[in-house]
């Protein structure tokens, strides 16, 4: 089992809004530690999606968000479009593992 | 253009050695934190070890510690990743990855190699 977890799949249709959420504990987002996002598109490497807060590296477009309360965290993203259909995983840091930590994952469809 | 080209897997019998090289190119690799991330055929991503800019902080999973060795050579832009005792769980794609920001340990991995594959099996 992974540190944190995801829901193993969400989905949607084009142009509606969908939600991931990613739980963790005391020692890794419960503990102030920033959440990131990865999206990983069929084989092909994981691309950071978003960082920190609410921070998007330059070509991800703003229909990617994230919001962080207490033990978890979420990924949303609106206007969902074909392209998006992935694998999403979130990322902190552990403190009581002394290392990086992912989810395990979630697959998006678009229906 | 940031590249970061992984090279130095294959097949290893269980209890074997690999070495894995990432050759970066397009930026300044001694200003940066580097790690080794491991994703086992259709599972998840699983972060094993990472390393500061001047190998002054070193970082292991407990999964792989005692076996894997992380190391760079900033003359040659490289970083590596010793790993010794393989076991079949360690079969994965093993990808390097870049932290975002130069100095720093504790940020996200903002460019990834397109990762080599080492299967573990007798």
């Known amino acids: 089992q992974s540190v944190l977890t995801q829901p193993p799949s969400v989905s949607g249709a084009p142009g509606q809004r969908v939600t991931i959420s990613c739980t963790g504990s005391s020692s890794n987002i419960g503990a102030g530690y920033d959440v990131h996002w990865y999206q990983q598109l069929p084989g092909t490497a994981p691309k950071l999606l978003i960082y920190?807060?609410?921070n998007r590296p330059s070509g991800v477009p703003d229909r990617f968000s994230d919001s962080k309360s207490g033990t978890s965290a979420s990924l949303a993203i609106t206007g969902l479009q074909a392209e998006d259909e992935a694998d999403y995983y979130c990322q902190s840091y552990d403190s009581s593992l002394s290392g990086w930590v992912f989810g395990g994952g979630t697959k998006l469809t678009v229906l | 253009e940031v590249q970061l080209v992984e090279s130095g897997g294959g097949l290893v019998k269980p209890g074997g050695s690999l070495r894995l090289s990432c050759a970066a190119s397009g930026f300044t690799f001694s200003s940066y934190s580097m790690n080794w991330v491991r994703q086992a055929p259709g599972k998840g991503l699983e972060w094993v070890s990472s390393i500061s800019s001047s190998s002054s902080y070193i970082y292991y999973a407990d999964s792989v510690k005692g076996r894997f060795t992380i190391s760079r050579d900033n003359a040659k832009n490289s970083l590596y990743l010793q790993m010794n005792s393989l076991r079949a769980e360690d079969t994965a794609v093993y990808y390097c990855a870049r932290v975002l920001i130069s100095g720093e340990l504790e940020y996200p991995f903002d460019y990834w190699g397109q990762g080599t594959l080492v299967t573990v099996s007798s």
């Open positions: 920190g807060n609410s």
